[in-house]
T-cell receptor, first 114, second 110 residues
Framework: DSGVTQTPKHLITATGQRVTLRCSPRSGDLSVYWYQQSLDQGLQFLIQ???????AKGNILERFSAQQFPDLHSELNLSSLELGDSALYFC?????????????FGPGTRLTVL | EDQVTQSPEALRLQEGESSSLNCSYT??????LFWYRQDPGKGPEFLFT???AGEEKEKERLKATLTKKESFLHITAPKPEDSATYLC???????????FGKGTKLSVKP
């Protein structure tokens, strides 16, 4: 158990809908990272927040957005969902703002778009 | 372009048959090379970080090594419970974030 929690574990929805994924980092960690993992693409970095502020952006679509709240939990919002958005979504946390420190991953949310 | 490539894509071993997994990287300004283990449907589990060429780290049957262009994960006398996908990631590069390889799926048969 990494200490990172994610909810929900599974999410099934329809195309065009909007969903919110939630992540709580390890106690004391200030950075939260979001990743998408699909079968053919591997783990793709989406976005990083550090102590409430956006720190880095990866290959995140404009339909996706995230935020980190004062209690350090983070939410990833996915809107206008398409079939291709079906994937595992992971969040990770680390103690510093530098992404090249160890990141600890949560159990993931499996999103299925029908 | 920053890139991490892992080989082989899949590896089947008999219990006790030692082998190595390869991770080659082209990342400007490497800030760390990370190894993770991922079981099906679960989040990656952190194994090792290597920061400089020549560095080695060990944990049970696993040993990770780093050169200027690649890293190896050596598995000595593997057991069926070592079956998993092993991911490597390079920190640094133009965006300064972890760049993951696609992983090596290891199967160890009893």
């Amino acid at each position: 158990d990494s200490g990172v929690t994610q909810t929900p574990k599974h999410l099934i929805t329809a195309t065009g809908q909007r969903v919110t994924l939630r992540c709580s980092p390890r106690s004391g960690d200030l950075s939260v990272y979001w990743y998408q993992q699909s079968l053919d693409q591997g783990l793709q970095f989406l976005i990083q927040y550090y102590n409430g502020e956006e720190r880095a952006k990866g290959n995140i679509l404009e339909r996706f957005s995230a935020q980190q709240f004062p209690d350090l939990h983070s939410e990833l919002n996915l809107s206008s969902l398409e079939l291709g958005d079906s994937a595992l979504y992971f969040c990770a946390s680390s103690g510093s703002g530098r992404s090249y420190n160890e990141q600890f991953f949560g159990p993931g949310t499996r999103l299925t778009v029908l | 372009e920053d890139q991490v490539t892992q080989s082989p894509e899949a590896l089947r071993l008999q219990e006790g048959e030692s082998s190595s997994l390869n991770c080659s990287y082209t990342v400007s300004g490497l800030r760390g090379l990370f190894w993770y283990r991922q079981d099906p449907g679960k989040g990656p589990e952190f194994l090792f970080t290597l920061y400089s060429a020549g560095e080695e780290k060990e944990k049970e049957r696993l040993k990770a090594t780093l050169t200027k262009k690649e890293s190896f994960l050596h598995i000595t006398a593997p057991k069926p419970e070592d079956s998993a996908t092993y991911l490597c990631a390079a920190g640094g590069g133009s965006q300064g974030n972890l760049i993951f390889g696609k992983g090596t799926k290891l199967s160890v048969k009893p």
